[in-house]
């Protein structure tokens, strides 16, 4: 099992740019499929993007799609989430988690498919 460690997280103005990272600990982070969820004040945790484990198909929810990119490295056990023209309702703190299965895009879209959960790290958009 890995474990997972986001990073970047901050303060940044409307229209802005921060990268999120995920670092994962364990010698198996390549067989993971990962994701990006994130909570927002007072809401529910939502889906933001997934990735397969060798990083040739990714998933986004429709709000950040053409403004969000997720990636990742696995010679560096990181996986990362650009994120360009923030807006103050991409206000949220932001978890990455590790799936064992990649799946269709209804699936890897429930937090129920993951298995293993960063401590997140807050995102605040200003306007």
């Known amino acids: 099992q890995v474990q997972l460690v986001e990073s970047g997280g901050g303060l940044v103005q409307v229209g802005g740019s921060l990268r999120l990272s995920c670092a994962a600990s364990?010698?198996?982070?390549?067989?993971?499929?990962m994701g990006w969820f994130r909570q927002p004040p007072g809401k529910e945790r939502e889906f933001v993007a997934a990735?397969?484990?060798?990083?040739?198909?990714?998933y986004y929810t429709d709000s950040v799609k053409g403004r969000f990119t997720i990636s990742r490295d696995n010679a560096k056990n990181t996986v990362y989430l650009q994120m360009n023209s923030l807006k103050p309702e991409d206000t949220a703190v932001y978890y990455c988690?590790?799936?064992?299965?990649?799946?269709?895009?209804?699936?890897?879209?429930?937090?129920?498919?993951?298995?293993?959960w960063g401590q997140g790290t807050q995102v605040t958009v200003s306007s």
């Open positions: 988690a590790a799936a064992t299965l990649w799946g269709s895009t209804d699936s890897m879209r429930a937090s129920s498919r993951y298995d293993t």
């Open positions: 364990g010698r198996t982070f390549s067989s993971y499929a």
């Open positions: 990735v397969a484990p060798s990083g040739s198909s990714r």
